[in-house]
């Protein structure tokens, strides 16, 4: 029952991080307008600042991810009316359980750059 309670637990704010953390990651979505926008260089910086920050650090959400997350990847278009605990949990166990090769090589850009315009729609700032 412990997986169950963990699928739960995706939609209460308690497993947010706080506010100035999300506004940092979110930050992170206009890199996608930079003309000398370099994939791997981007991802290894978000990478950093999710580690750094213990964005979702302490909040395994892997069975929301294998089960809905997933859908994700495969529409990214999905992300324009995600909740924010979806968004933070989708980034959080994206970039706190994969090293940046392998995230370049399964996701595309499109779909980190929809989960983080999305986010910004929940900036303070």
Known sequence: MHTLHNIHTIHTLAILPQQQVIDSVALFSHEFNNRNFDYIRFLTQLKQAVVESQF??????????????CDFFTNPKL???????YLC????????????KEIQEKVDASVIEQALLRLNAFKLH
């Open 79 to 85: 992300f324009v009316n995600a909740p924010l605990t």
């Open 56 to 69: 979702m650090a302490d909040h395994d959400n892997s069975m929301w991810m294998q089960r809905c997350g």
């Open 89 to 100: 949990a989708f980034l959080g166990e994206l970039f706190n359980n994969y090293e940046v």
